[in-house]
Antibody
Framework: EVQLVQSGGGLVQPGGSLRLSCVAS????????VNWVRQVPGQGLEWISH????????FYADSVQGRFTISRDNAKNSLYLQMNSLRAEDTAIYYC????????????WGQGTLVTVSS | DIQMTQSPSSLSASVGDRVTITCRAS??????LNWYQQKPGKAPKLLIF???TLEYGVPSRFSGSGSGSHFTLTISSLQPEDFATYYC??????????FGQGTKLEIK
């Protein structure tokens, strides 16, 4: 069974840092591109970052460029999102999501983890 | 960046109704369009990819069409479990892979 299990959310002060993790199982993690998507509670979905299967290509939304870093460890079947210089507007539920191929994006998602940025 | 615009933003319908949700891209995205369903407190679920291909296990009452910059999601006969929020997402070329703002489908 394909699973993406997330951890690492919580409460952090403005300007602080947090690292999210997403551990994959049930498939060959190193063969798939993955993404981070976030959602302010009660609002819509926002794509924020993408990493290729090898980790050689990464992309970011303008809203997080220069503050967030996506990475992966294929030996550990793990995806990460390092979030620095956090702002109140980064408060959201963060999801990891797998891309099956160039057409089928987001075929499996993690359960989501809430990040709250507040003093 | 490509902007995605969904309409309507909300929709009230009854069980058994046929409903259509529209998604427009700010430029041509060929057929690189996905539709998701999200229920409260849950992660999104992929319904349709490649504009018109039904994801495995998704009921056939869901269908997608369109290409270029105009796309539609149709539910042929609404079931109680279909009341949710629906999002389109473009995946044309390289990221950013932008989402539409969502359409909340409510029971009339």
């Amino acid at each position: 069974e394909v699973q993406l299990v997330q951890s690492g959310g919580g409460l952090v002060q403005p300007g602080g840092s947090l690292r999210l993790s997403c551990v994959a199982s049930g498939f060959t993690f190193r063969s798939f591109d993955v993404n981070w998507v976030r959602q302010v509670p009660g609002q819509g979905l926002e794509w924020i970052s993408h990493i290729s299967s090898s980790g050689g290509s990464v992309f970011y939304a303008d809203s997080v460029q220069g503050r967030f870093t996506i990475s992966r460890d294929n030996a550990k079947n793990s995806l990460y999102l390092q979030m620095n210089s956090l702002r109140a507007e980064d408060t959201a539920i963060y999801y990891c999501a797998r891309d099956r191929d160039s057409l089928a994006k987001g075929d499996y998602w993690g359960q989501g983890t809430l990040v709250t940025v507040s003093s | 960046d490509i902007q995605m615009t969904q309409s309507p933003s909300s929709l009230s319908a009854s069980v058994g109704d046929r409903v259509t949700i529209t998604c427009r891209a700010s430029q041509s995205i060929s057929g690189y369009l996905n539709w998701y369903q999200q229920k409260p407190g849950k992660a999104p679920k992929l319904l349709i990819f490649g504009a018109s291909t039904l994801e495995y296990g998704v009921p056939s009452r869901f269908s997608g069409s369109g290409s270029g910059s105009h796309f539609t999601l149709t539910i042929s006969s609404l079931q109680p479990e279909d009341f949710a929020t629906y999002y389109c997402q473009q995946s044309y070329s390289t990221p950013p892979y932008s989402f539409g703002q969502g359409t909340k489908l409510e029971i009339k």
